[in-house]
């Protein structure tokens, strides 16, 4: 299993809170993924980045911010949780950006806004 | 709007069966095609992928059929085993400015039975 762990992994919280998901990787790979999973939606990637404090947004990035201040680790905040945004929340890891590289994802974070 | 259609949502399939699950696209910029298999309460893993300049792709039990013309591709499981029991999700990926964007089919629930 590619070395990628996410904190917390359930989390209940109440509407309007802000909350932090962290996805720690021991592989050193450049890329690093935040995706959302919905049921009658597959996979959606919210924000990506490419190295250290380079990111960018995915197609459903509305409501959420990243950062990446180490190699190793890439956050995800919700400003302010809204219902919408419960959800299983999946860190995943490349080594590069071409299409072909495998795709490494961690075991989720379960978040339910109440 | 799918951008990758996934037919069908879920299968239930008899021990020692073929399952096939079904995907098509429209987008020919899409030049990379992985399934994933997921367990409950686990992130998708890669499975097997195929490129489009070839028509089939085999992995032990594992085949993936491509019709490039036809812009559809498919999983055939062989010999299904209730081990294989999950959410197999396809996918479709281009180079978007130097990432790889990976689209997602809505995941199809197999279920094997002995």
């Known amino acids: 299993d590619a070395g990628i762990t996410q904190s917390p992994r359930h989390k209940v919280t109440e509407t309007g809170t802000p909350v932090t998901l962290r996805c720690h990787q021991t592989?050193?790979?450049?890329?690093m993924y935040w995706y959302r999973q919905d049921p009658g939606h597959g996979l959606r990637l919210i924000h990506y980045?490419?190295?250290?404090?380079?990111?960018d947004k995915g197609e459903v990035s509305d409501g959420y911010s990243v950062s990446r201040s180490k190699t190793e680790d890439f956050l995800l905040t919700l400003e302010s949780a809204t219902s919408s945004q419960t959800s299983v929340y999946f860190c995943?890891?490349?080594?590069?950006?071409?299409?072909?590289?495998?795709?490494?994802f961690g075991e989720g974070s379960w978040l339910t806004v109440v | 709007q799918q951008q990758v259609k996934q037919s069908p949502q879920s299968l239930i399939v008899q021990k020692g069966g073929i399952s096939i699950i079904n995907c098509a696209y429209e987008?020919?910029?899409?030049?990379?095609f992985p399934w994933y298999q997921q367990f409950p309460g686990k992130g998708p893993a890669l499975l097997i992928a195929?490129?489009?300049?070839?028509s089939e792709k085999k992995e032990g039990r594992f085949t993936i059929s491509f019709n490039k013309s036809a812009k559809q591709f498919s999983l055939h499981i062989m010999d299904s085993q209730p081990g294989d029991s999950a959410t197999y999700f396809c996918a479709a990926t281009s180079n978007s400015g130097g990432y790889q964007k990976v689209t997602f089919g809505i995941g199809t629930k197999l279920q094997v039975i002995p």
């Open positions: 195929i490129r489009p300049d070839v």
């Open positions: 987008n020919t910029a899409f030049d990379y």
């Open positions: 980045s490419y190295g250290v404090k380079d990111t």
């Open positions: 592989e050193n790979h450049r890329y």
């Open positions: 995943a890891i490349s080594e590069t950006g071409n299409p072909g590289n495998t795709i490494y």
